[in-house]
C-alpha cells in the first residue's frame, strides 16, 4: 500500500500542473532539424504563457538562439555564447508576444530553414475573456477535489 499512496500523492502533485501548463516538443519526434516546418508545425497550436518549449538534438549538431524578429529574418547568428546548447533545451513563455528562435549551426536557419516563430498569449487563467478563465477554474479545483478524494481513500485502506 504504502507504494500506491505515494504513487497517487505524487499523481496530484505534478497532474495539476501538467493540466494548466503545456509541454511543447518543438518538431514533435522530429526534433530540432533542418528541413523541417516548423512554421507548420505551429500553426494551430495555443502557446501560453507558462507553457514551455523543449527543443531536442543531438548535442553539437544544432543549438538554439532567441532571437528578435529582424534577426529571425535575416538568419544573423549571434554571439555563440548566447546559445542553449545542451540538446534538450526546455525554455519557459514568461511573457505574451512574438518569439522567434534560430539554429546558429552553418546554415541551418538560412538554408536549412531551421528556424520556429510563435505567438504567445497570456496565460490560460489570465485570459481576457471571461468565459474560458472561469471554466479553466472551475474544470482545475472539480480536478483537484478528484484527487483529494482519492488520496483519502487510499489513506483509509
Ligand atoms: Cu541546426
Known amino acids: ?17 501538467i493540466a494548466l501548463a503545456t509541454e511543447y516538443r518543438v518538431g514533435d519526434t522530429a526534433g530540432w532539424t533542418i528541413k523541417f516546418d516548423y512554421a507548420n508545425w505551429a500553426k494551430g497550436k495555443d502557446f501560453r504563457v507558462g507553457d514551455k518549449l523543449v527543443f531536442t538534438y ?6 538554439v538562439f532567441k532571437v ?3 534577426t529571425f529574418k535575416d538568419c544573423t547568428i549571434p554571439p555563440l555564447n548566447e546559445a542553449l546548447t545542451t540538446g534538450n533545451d526546455v525554455i519557459t513563455l514568461a511573457t505574451p508576444g512574438n518569439k522567434w528562435y534560430i539554429c546558429g549551426v552553418g546554415q541551418h536557419c538560412a538554408v536549412g530553414g531551421q528556424k520556429l516563430s510563435i505567438t504567445v498569449l497570456p496565460a490560460g487563467l489570465e485570459a481576457p475573456a471571461p468565459a474560458p478563465s ?3 477554474g472551475v474544470a482545475a479545483s472539480g480536478f483537484l477535489v478528484l484527487i483529494a478524494s ?3 481513500f487510499v489513506a483509509t485502506i
Do not use: D, E, R, Y
Open 150 to 152: 482519492i488520496i483519502s
Open 68 to 70: 528578435n524578429g529582424t
Open 58 to 63: 543531438p548535442v553539437g549538431a544544432h543549438n
Open 1 to 17: 500500500m504504502a507504494f500506491s499512496k505515494q504513487f497517487l500523492i505524487i499523481v496530484a502533485v505534478v497532474l495539476p500542473s
Open 134 to 136: 472561469s471554466a479553466n
